[in-house]
């Protein structure tokens, strides 16, 4: 648990808080707009990349971090206005909420995906086997199948923000909103999905989600 808070930790730095240092240290040294979102915007992703290169193996969480990362860069790449380097993020997150809303009914939805390795055996019916509660509880996937809806609804409303942000505010300022949007966004977030899978009785261990699943490991 330590070491995935810690992996989590470093990947924040790296993807939030290195990028936007980045880009005010270029913006110091006199370096404009333009480049200094180029060289920021190819700093997320890498550590996602390391992994993946270090564990040759890719999954949906990880084909979509590659390919936001990949996305990102290309727009850095042909953009040519600092206002529209400024509306990729805009995009990733409205591609984001997309893929979520698309893939919810899927047999393993992002929500799920993400949350797996954090919660499974340290929340709810910790010796229950989520393979085997999404094979036997119909509750149980509709807990993630909304989750994941919510998860997608709200990056595609974060996404509607960065366009606002992007096109009307000073660019510096711009900047440094849409990563601190990032942080507020995820905690918004957290609270209104947590707050919907308590009430649904996820992490109560008696809770009837659980009830004859047939889920022991």
């Not at 206005?81 to 409205?94: D, E, I, T, W």
């Not at 507020?184 to 009430?199: D, P, S």
């Amino acid at each position: 648990m330590r070491a995935g808070r810690r992996a989590a930790a470093v990947l924040m730095l790296v993807d939030l808080v290195l990028p936007i240092a980045l880009y005010y240290a270029l913006r110091a040294a006199d370096v404009g707009y333009v480049a200094s979102l180029v060289v920021s915007s190819l700093v997320p992703g890498t550590g996602m990349v390391a992994t993946l290169v270090r564990e040759r193996r890719l999954d949906s969480v990880g084909l979509f971090m590659v390919t936001a990362m990949l996305v990102s860069a290309a727009l850095s790449v042909v953009g040519g206005s600092p206002r529209f380097l400024l509306l990729k993020g805009a995009l990733l997150m409205a591609v984001a909420g997309g893929w979520f809303l698309a893939t919810a009914r899927g047999p393993r939805p992002p929500a799920l995906q993400f949350s797996r390795p954090l919660l499974e055996g340290r929340t709810g019916a910790r010796d229950a086997s989520w393979d085997g509660l999404w094979a036997a509880s119909p509750r149980f996937r509709r807990v993630w199948r909304v989750s994941t809806v919510v998860w997608g609804a709200g990056a595609l409303a974060d996404a509607a923000v960065r366009v606002v942000i992007a096109l009307t505010l000073p660019i510096d300022l711009a900047v440094g909103l849409g990563s601190l949007q990032y942080g507020v966004f995820t905690a918004v977030m957290l609270v209104i999905v947590n707050v919907y899978q308590a009430r649904a009785g996820l992490h109560h261990p008696r809770s009837d989600l659980y009830a004859g699943a047939g889920t022991h490991r």
